[in-house]
């Protein structure tokens, strides 16, 4: 019994997620290999070796592979998938993308965003965006996963030693190719990665003010920032900033909502954060029932003060 | 060119679920059921596509129990001209696998050149049906959608990936799936719900299509998430700067 983990990455580097990836690998039992899939991508590879727990890392490079292509990725994975008994993804864009076209070429089922390996065949996962845990069993041979990072620690990324292999990349498969990318250019972190959130509702009003009272406040925590669906539908925030059962599913350290009443939505989406802070002015509002820490005040107040403060 | 576009019936997202006593599912008995709304995306971009030339013909596809008729019904008032619903048993438990197994049975048959789907459903949070369709049917595929442009027989599409966005071009036919910047759905008229029941609606068996669809995957236990330990309020802003620095630890 061995697993294998598809490394996210950025052929210079290992993305943090499969770090999380490689500690779920490990609870499924028996050895843990990476395939770092890419092109110049032997720093990556070399990076995957280092990771505590993998005991070997198979290299494949071509330009075919550069941009994560889910129709060449996935080929990739087929050409090694009968050698394992689990194949486990970072439950990220890449892996979700990825993850299901090799399970149905390989005629199994796929479990999404594991929170937990209860044993070898037996996972638990959020369904109704984390409002109710399902464990489920896998009766298919091969158990192919997408790991949600934030249900297992990081596998420590240095201190290993695992030998790379060099395995051939296939051939182009010649039915999409990449045009271009735009990549948020913006120090801020990541939403769905972020150690620190603040959020904004529709009590900020405008996008000017929802920019002016919210981005000082990510500035000084360094912080991404997130909004409540009725902040992005009111135009206040990009849609790429919603935090919810429809929008992004976040669960950092901290979480900072300022004017979000809280509707069911919205909390299905950051209820997992380590610990809530809500700044609200409505004594009422649902998100003091989630909160850690709830402070009843005009936000445009309190938002500044906060600010000076830290 | 005709445009297949897979619909769910999902319980209504505004319903906070409640998980059984037994820990055997969530209470869904008497519940509010909608379409997936990623669906209705999906929906609203193909309708979108047959009005600008690009598609001849939109047909909804549901996969489940009678009562999806109602959800292709929907699918119908926004545009869609006809529906497709592959009926199973109440009792079945439905996985993405096998509905990706109807729908290439469907996809062979109606040769569809675009295939939309929702990028996941709101009530098992798989996102997998397209991506798997994609693979059944050995076609290209670009998920997480925000815009899309047909042209020559390929499709240009913008892709939400983490931290950004990303184009790519694919060769049709190929499976799209959507995230919620493609587009806004149109509301629904009286008009066009009562033109939507006249509009062709064909059911089909599991097996009229020869797809196995048992279930591969076992639900042992639902249980209630961990419950959030009761808050307390703070005075003022030094008090929640203090809390957070010293007894949270988090900044």
């Known amino acids: ?310 | 060119m005709k445009i297949l576009v897979p619909v769910k019936r999902v319980v209504d997202y505004n319903v906070k679920v409640r998980v059984k006593s037994d820990g055997t599912g969530v209470d869904i008995a008497n519940v509010k059921m909608s379409m997936n709304p990623f669906d209705e995306i999906a929906i609203e971009e193909a309708v979108r596509l047959r009005e600008k030339g690009v598609a001849s013909e939109v047909i909804a596809v549901s996969c489940g129990v009678t009562q999806c008729q109602e959800t292709l019904r929907t699918a119908m008032a926004i545009g869609a001209d006809r529906g497709i619903l592959v009926e199973t048993p109440a009792d079945l438990d439905l996985q993405p696998l096998a509905v990706a197994k109807l729908l290439k049975a469907l996809f062979d048959k109606e040769q569809p050149g675009l295939m939309i789907l929702g990028k996941q459903a709101i009530d098992d949070d798989c996102n997998q049906t397209g991506q798997m369709l994609a693979a059944l049917a050995d076609v290209s595929q670009a998920t997480f959608a925000s815009k899309i442009e047909i042209a020559d027989g390929k499709a240009s599409v913008t892709r939400e990936i983490d931290g950004g966005l990303e184009i790519l071009s694919i060769t049709l036919p190929a499976v799209v799936t959507t995230d919620l910047r493609l587009n806004e759905p149109r509301y629904v008229t009286l008009p066009n719900i009562m033109k939507a029941k006249k509009k062709q609606l064909d059911i089909f068996k599991p097996e009229d299509l020869g797809v196995d669809v048992t279930p591969r995957i076992k639900t042992l236990k639902v249980s209630e998430p961990a419950k959030r330990s009761a808050g307390i309020k703070v005075a003022d802003v030094a008090t929640l700067v203090d809390k957070l620095k010293n007894v949270a630890k988090v900044i």
């Open chain 1, 1 to 310: 019994m061995s697993a294998l983990v598809i490394a996210e990455h950025d052929n210079a580097s290992i993305k943090g997620a499969t770090l999380n990836t490689v500690t779920a690998a490990l609870a499924c039992g028996g050895d843990v290999h990476v395939l770092v899939a890419g092109h110049n991508a032997a720093a990556a590879a070399a990076a995957a070796a280092q990771i505590v727990g993998v005991s070997k890392v198979i290299h494949a490079d071509s330009d075919s592979l550069a941009h994560g292509l889910a129709e060449n990725v996935a080929a990739q994975v087929l050409a090694i998938a009968a050698h394992y008994s689990h194949i486990l993804f970072p439950a990220t864009a890449a892996g979700k993308n990825v993850a299901p076209r090799v399970a149905a070429k390989l005629d199994v089922a796929q479990i999404s965003e594991i929170t937990q390996v209860d044993s070898p065949d037996t996972f638990e996962r959020p369904i109704y965006a984390g409002n109710a845990i399902a464990t489920v069993q896998c009766t298919d041979a091969i158990k192919v996963l997408t790991v949600r990072a934030t249900g297992f620690d990081a596998a420590a990324a240095t201190g290993g030693s695992a030998a790379v292999e060099s395995a051939e990349a296939l051939a182009d498969s010649g039915k999409s190719s990449f045009k271009g990318s735009e990549i948020a250019k913006n120090d801020r972190p990541e939403l769905t990665a972020a150690k620190i959130i603040v959020s904004g509702g529709r009590a900020l009003g405008s996008a000017e003010k929802f920019n002016e009272v919210m981005t000082p406040l990510a500035d000084k925590l360094g912080a991404a920032i997130g909004a409540s669906r009725a902040a992005v539908d009111a135009g206040y925030a990009a849609n790429d900033l919603q935090v919810g059962q429809t929008g992004k599913i976040v669960a950092p350290q901290l979480y900072v909502a300022c004017g979000i009443s809280g509707a069911i939505q919205h909390l299905a989406g950051m209820k997992d954060s380590k610990v809530i802070v809500a700044i609200n002015k409505d004594p009422e509002a649902p998100i003091f029932s989630v909160a850690d820490f709830g402070l009843e005040a005009d936000l445009f107040v309190a938002v500044p003060e906060l600010v000076s403060a830290l």
